[in-house]
């Protein structure tokens, strides 16, 4: 009995503590609304966790800078997140070495990432960015980059669109793009083609399909982890193997089987002579050498080079099939932006010899007002619509808010589009316009208010091999096929309360269920449409 006081003692002292430590610093100008005594903003988390990312964007939006300070449950936790472009500055470029991804990030996902690009920081970052910057500045690259998404195109996605149109079927286009994706990224990954997209060959296709799955799985639980209001829960249910984290211990066995297959494959290719490969993997394989990079043993290699090839898999399947699905939920609510892209793609391409339509890459280059819609739909709903770091030392950012160490600092892209502050009374409005001068010519925006494709050291390294794959698939399907959204696509009202999943990627609740309709005179469509 004596034991049980004494427990029940203890355990009273305990949350006397937590409350007068959470006491002992007032509210400040920046304090996030809703926010109590030990229990931090836990309320008003699980009532918003639909809507996390306009929640913040809604608490941003009221405060004097644009920048919240957070306190999790029992003040387990402490940090900022912010909107405004001079803290972002400050964060990714100004006081870089003092804003890393930290312990936080890296155990959220280092199961599926392990030590890769977006998970690690120090020497491991800095000799994979080396290598990875390399590369991606070869012309080479570029070139592969365009022709393989070209075949993806003319050889899987506008046939299957094709079929889709003529059984009249009702398809989700988020699952469609997903797969068509993956299937690009990875011949531009690793040389291999795991043909998601085709309906062919249903059998040899069960291992890709279920590394797909696996793959959504593992970026599925283990972004929900940062959900969670107590981080020991998810770590006891990876303890005791149980519940989602059971899911993804399985699902991370998936992915190493298949990434081992294929680095085991490409390893009998090259050591065969087959050195002529032009896809990401063979580059790295052979530029590891050339940065001094020394491993103990053949495995390790192997660990080294699967945990860039899965984070070039999650940057390129996930965030482009959501950028495109979110472009193609917009164009079906938006007639008049529609119009105008038709116009653009009929005067590249007047009177096409052969069906599909495929821009080349100069094609691409000339596409302004393409340009400027997909750009504004990023703008509206980045891939990544929030990104954490994690403060080395004390700092004050340039807005005055102070940083404490061991803090976190979060920076919301999606809450940055809907800052008027940022972008003007007509923030919350999808127009392209924005971005084109007088000319119509496209006119980049300053990277701070931008950071789609992030800033700094750790800016986005494959932001022109996105634009290419996007701007590549968008022509080429809405010059053949009008997408009609079933349910009435992006206009202002859905707009304003947007369907998507919260998660590290920015997807769609409940996919995007479309009709495919040919477009039997695209001359005449675009020039009746362009004027509206």
């Known amino acids: 009995m004596m034991d049980l006081n004494a427990a029940a003692l203890f355990f009273c002292l305990c949350l006397s503590f937590i409350f007068f430590r959470s006491l002992r610093s007032p509210p400040t100008k920046n304090s996030c609304p809703h926010s109590y005594p030990i229990i931090g903003n836990l309320i008003a988390l699980l009532r918003n966790r639909h809507r996390f990312h306009d929640w913040v964007a809604d608490m941003l939006s009221r405060t004097p800078s644009l920048t919240l300070q957070v306190s999790t449950f029992l003040n387990a936790s402490h940090g900022v997140c912010t909107a405004n472009p001079l803290n972002v500055n400050h964060l990714l470029v100004s006081n870089f070495p003092n804003y890393i991804k930290g312990s936080r990030f890296h155990d959220f996902f280092h199961e599926l990432l392990g030590d890769g690009i977006f998970n690690v920081d120090g020497h491991l970052w800095t000799v994979q960015r080396k290598i990875s910057s390399h590369e ?184 482009t099939s959501t950028a495109l699905t979110w472009f193609f939920w917009l164009m079906a609510g938006n007639p008049r932006c529609e119009g105008l892209i038709l116009a653009e793609l009929s005067e590249a391409s007047p009177a096409p010899a052969t069906s599909p339509v495929i821009f080349s890459y100069d094609d691409l280059k000339g596409l302004n007002y393409l340009h400027a819609a997909i750009s504004e739909s990023l703008r509206l709903f980045p891939p990544v619509p929030i990104d954490s770091r994690l403060a080395v030392d004390d700092d004050i950012l340039p807005d005055g808010t102070h940083v404490r160490k061991g803090w976190f600092a979060d920076y919301s892209a999606y809450a940055m589009g809907r800052m008027h502050q940022v972008w003007g009374p007509d923030c919350r409005e999808y127009r392209p316009e924005r971005w084109l001068d007088d000319d119509g010519r496209f006119q980049p925006s300053d990277q701070f ?84």
């Not at 022709?147 to 094709?162: K, W």
């Not at 990224?185 to 279920?210: K, M, Q, R, W, Y």
């Not at 399907?477 to 999943?501: L, N, Q, S, W």
Request: charge should be positive.
């Open 136 to 319: 991606f500045n070869t012309k080479s690259l570029k070139h592969f980059i365009s022709d393989t998404v070209q075949s993806e195109l003319s050889t899987r996605l506008i046939p299957f669109l094709s079929s889709a149109c003529e059984n009249n079927q009702v398809i989700d286009l988020q699952d469609v793009l997903r797969k068509a994706m993956f299937d690009n990224i990875c011949n531009l990954a690793f040389g291999a083609d795991p043909t998601c997209l085709s309906s062919e060959a249903v059998g040899e296709n069960s291992l890709n399909l279920s590394f797909v799955q696996a793959f959504d799985d593992a970026v599925e639980i283990s972004a929900s982890r940062s959900l969670v209001p107590i981080h020991v829960i998810w770590k006891i249910k990876r303890f005791f193997n149980i519940g989602s984290e059971k899911r993804l211990k399985e699902a991370v066995g998936i992915i190493n089987e298949y990434a081992n297959m294929i680095l085991k494959s490409k390893e009998d290719q090259i050591g065969s002579g087959d050195c002529g490969n032009l896809d990401l993997l063979s580059r790295f394989m052979s530029s590891s050498s050339n940065f001094g990079l020394g491993f103990d043993d053949q495995e390790q290699k192997r660990k080294f080079l699967r945990d860039i090839v899965i984070s070039f898999i999650l940057a390129g399947k996930d965030s």
């Open 449 to 532: 208010r931008f950071p789609v494709f992030h800033c700094g050291p750790r800016a986005c390294l494959g932001k022109e091999m996105a634009y290419v794959q996007m701007k590549s698939i968008a022509a080429s399907v809405m010059r053949e096929f009008e997408i009609v959204a079933v349910d009435g696509g992006g206009c202002a009202g859905k707009m304003a309360d947007p369907p998507y999943t919260p998660s590290i990627v920015l997807k769609m609740r409940g996919g995007l269920p479309v009709r495919v309709k040919r477009r039997r005179q695209p001359n005449a469509t675009s020039s009746s449409t362009s004027t509206t």
